[in-house]
């Protein structure tokens, strides 16, 4: 019966049940003083009118069940209170450099999918000040300056009950999105600096997403499960995994995690709300060379199952939130097929890239790898691998799944990563370091390879271009040799530790984090971490958890990042000493694993179900933001060519008939998407008629359609805007035409919008 009350009885403040005496079951305070300034008698009105509905359901149901009206009813009482939600987090999609390559050439010039934060809440019922938000973001990391503001707006929304401790701001480390929003430097530097725009749509939209699961919060059922998933992974640096221990490789039948763990959300009648999954693979099926803003494989895991629960809803709308979670990423690829020669005229090309540097020729430039549909598209690539995560998910969660009771409870500190000293486990005191990259960082990887003469696998035994040493100093501070031998065997490229002009380069404190929801924990890392160094935290923490008495032998342990802060990468001290770009971006040295391992399991005990007390922490990353620089120039003013208005078809769909797998694309006069970035809404439609009615039936969030701009004449402020539909096999015959949706700045005034629609067409 719990799954049938009426909205009547929820608080649309906090979501919480109150009683038919007009008492919030949250805040305790009576509900018109709370709640509403709504007349007495009306609410009496109501709640008279519930109370009489509600006794005639439990006379109906206590009948039906035993036939006998003396009976009391039995009410089942849930564990968890559960909220889901989603929320648009688009920035500008174009003339922003894009996030995760750092190429500088790949500036976003129009649109492919939305990226989009889902949010999670879990409440223990009986004390729901216990609780966790954990929220999956289409992009690629969390940030400490966006996390900042998102705490911030949420606290001050929902004081006490959403704080620094319990929210857990998770990137699916996709490389398509818009770039400009982290806070340090050294990731701003190929978007020109800070980019406010990209930020505040994300804390906009992700708070917007947090705000909509506490509206929804109801009883519910949690439950786990896992699966295999084949073909959707490889090792991109097997070179440096195969340096770790032969006793420890030989425990794992693969060099990357095959398997994905399943969150199930039930409501009370045992009916699935959503999913919250953790497998690792990078966000790079869509390659550098793409300038179409979308959310990569994880974003179109999460369309495709969402789609699939309710095919008729526009996407992000529905109710049904499938959230699909970056786990232990740090060496893995989607380039399923290997890495090879792109090399055309010379003799290697085609071949397989030289393994241990990943090199055509002695350089990177010509070494990519290649995903499942390399020959037909990139975004065939990202819809195999979104695919194979998607029937992975729904696998798990068609099959038998168990269980998910106990308490709810989340830990949060702040560790200073640069001068963090602690002892190994056979008592030898060792110390991490301030941030440095190493030269294997300008040599990129596999999925983004880097330029010049670096290479991977570059440590200190190899000569370097002397010219890159003068130049080094000249970027940030040369290293000194306390820090060269910390770094050691890492030759120091970036000494960004040290440089804090005109603001910091790198973060020196990072967020250490842990949530659990009965027998789960999920560690929320802030970097990537490699497949054997994920193994490793998740198996230490799973002892400690054990050994502590905090969980029994059905412990399970996950991964979840990169989260909250960025820093960088994290490896094995053996994977470091062989210096492939993963090593060479582990910016606090050799025991930053050890380190993290340290520090997370000696907060273990503050996950106990009597936990009490707060951990000690060193003081957060002082905030960067307000200092941040930015290069990029705002939009002047936009203008038709003359004799056109905007939204005007400069050129139409054809009037033949199409067919499934066709491309129907129309050109209009278009403007500056930068002038609204229509959160929640959409830049185009695809509207069938039906009825005698246009109903739009795709929006800028399906990957069938493209969005893209042009600037076609900088001194006219002139633009076209080409937007596509690739028809679905499937798609039922009828009239179809294109839509625009659009917003002009003029010279003097204030910004406009306007539409434009194309001829209409025929799908036969």
Known sequence: MTSARSALD??????????????????????????????????????????????IVWYLTAFVASTSLLQPPTMVSAQYLLGLGTGDITGPVV??????YASLAQTDTGLHMRQRSRAFIVADAATPNNRIVFINADIAMGDTGVRRSIVSQLSSQFPGIYTDDNIAFVGTHQHSGVGGYLENLLPQLTALGYV????????????????RAHANLAPGKLSLGNTTILDANINRSPTAYLANPAAERARYQFDQDKDMTVLRFDDA???????????????????????????????????LYESAVEPSAMPGNASFVAGFTQSNVGDTSPNTLGAFCESPGKDYDGMACESNHSTCGGTVEDCHGRGPGFRISDFESNRIIGDLQFKGAQKVMNGVMKAVNGAVKSVHVYLNMATHSFNLPNGIQVSTCPAAMGFSFAGGTTDGPGALDFIQGDNSSTPQNPFWEIVKGAVTPFPSAAQIACQDPKPILLNTGFAHTPYEWSPSVVDIQMLRVGNLVMLIMPGELTTMAGRRIREALRAKLISSGVLGSDAYVVVAGPANTYAHYVTTREEYGI????????????WTLDAYIDKYSSLVPFLADNASGTPASDAPAPEQTSKAISLQTGVVFDAPPFGKRFGAVLTDVKTTPYHAGDIVSATFVGANPRNNLRLEGT?????????????????DSHPSTTYQWLRTNTVLATSSVTISWTIESGTPAGTYRLS???????????????SGTSGSFTVA
Request: hydrophobic share 40%; with cysteine; net charge positive.
């Open 683 to 699: 830049f185009l439609t695809v509207d069938q008629l039906v009825s005698g009615q246009w109903k739009a039936v795709r929006s």
């Open 269 to 303: 009648a045992g009916q699935a709300r959503g999913l919250l999954s953790f497998f690792a693979v990078h966000g790079t099926s869509i390659y550098e060379n793409n300038t179409l803003v979308s959310s990569d494989n994880k974003g179109m895991a999460a369309f």
């Open 740 to 754: 625009y949706f659009g917003d002009s700045k003029p010279l003097i005034g204030s910004i406009s919008s306007f």
């Open 579 to 590: 210096q492939r770009y993963e090593g060479a971006s582990t910016i606090y040295g050799q």
């Open 10 to 55: 929820r608080c649309p403040r906090c979501g919480f049940h109150y009683h038919s005496k007009r008492l919030c079951t949250y805040t305790a305070m009576p509900l018109l003083s709370y709640h509403s300034a709504l007349p007495l008698d009306f609410w009496d009105l109501v709640h008279s009118l519930f109370d009489t509905m509600t006794g």
């Open 196 to 211: 406010k725009q990209s930020a505040d749509a994300i804390v906009a939209g992700t708070v917007r997403a947090v705000q």
């Open 95 to 100: 003339e922003t450099n894009m996030m995760g």
